[in-house]
T-cell receptor, first 115, second 112 residues
Framework: DGGITQSPKYLFRKEGQNVTLSCEQNLNHDAMYWYRQDPGQGLRLIYYSQIVNDFQKGDIAEGYSVSREKKESFPLTVTSAQKNPTAFYLCASSMGRRLATDTQYFGPGTRLTVL | GESVGLHLPTLSVQEGDNSIINCAYSNSASDYFIWYKQESGKGPQFIIDIRSNMDKRQGQRVTVLLNKTVKHLSLQIAATQPGDSAVYFC???????????FGSGTKLNVKP
């Protein structure tokens, strides 16, 4: 069963804590992405990776960090520096390495709530 | 653009009717377009895509129309079913495929 998995589905964080969101794909896609979705706004790109061991900042990278040690995995850490982290986080992947030449497929999302 | 949650435009249709959802994009250089469906609390699901060398593409019960002159994209759903109820949003590839721009979402409400 191929696809993108994200865990956990729900995550609660206390202020000052770092938390890590998991994203795994078994589609053999080169590129992976992290987006943030807030009510009343479109998807916003946080970070992306076009190849293993390389990643680039998106439009709203401040307060976030990522790693890409394996092709299948692209975890996102929400640090305490992120001022408003409560949101729905979506991971996506695409076959090609250029950001918008191929379809991006999304995972089920993680809803992060800061207590 | 806007997405799931507050202040989304809503389209209400009767089960069995056809639905038309519209999307405007801003970059005339955009070359690739995608429609996604997002159910409440879930990730977006790919529906259909189209490239700029086409003006129409059909899938199963769905048709996408592209009007590059006025930078407009529409999604037509035939014989709308209750399972079609969701938020629908478009994405366009922007200038030189630098990233996707996600358009305003529309909430489709199908009445039985």
């Amino acid at each position: 069963d191929g696809g993108i998995t994200q865990s956990p589905k729900y995550l609660f964080r206390k202020e000052g804590q770092n938390v890590t969101l998991s994203c795994e794909q078994n589609l053999n896609h080169d590129a992976m992405y992290w987006y943030r979705q807030d009510p009343g706004q479109g998807l916003r790109l946080i970070y992306y990776s076009q190849i293993v061991n390389d990643f680039q900042k998106g439009d709203i990278a401040e307060g976030y960090s990522v790693s890409r040690e394996k092709k299948e995995s692209f975890p996102l850490t929400v640090t305490s520096a992120q001022k408003n982290p409560t949101a729905f986080y979506l991971c996506a992947s695409s076959m090609g390495r250029r950001l918008a030449t191929d379809t991006q497929y999304f995972g089920p999302g993680t809803r992060l709530t800061v207590l | 653009g806007e997405s799931v949650g507050l202040h989304l435009p809503t389209l209400s249709v009767q089960e069995g009717d056809n639905s038309i959802i519209n999307c405007a994009y801003s970059n005339s250089a955009s070359d690739y377009f995608i429609w996604y469906k997002q159910e409440s609390g879930k990730g977006p699901q790919f529906i259909i895509d189209i490239r700029s060398n086409m003006d129409k593409r059909q899938g199963q019960r769905v048709t996408v129309l592209l009007n590059k002159t006025v930078k407009h994209l529409s999604l037509q759903i035939a014989a709308t079913q209750p399972g079609d109820s969701a938020v629908y949003f478009c994405a366009d590839s922007g200038y030189n495929f630098n990233k996707f721009y996600f358009g305003s979402g529309t909430k489709l409400n199908v009445k039985p």
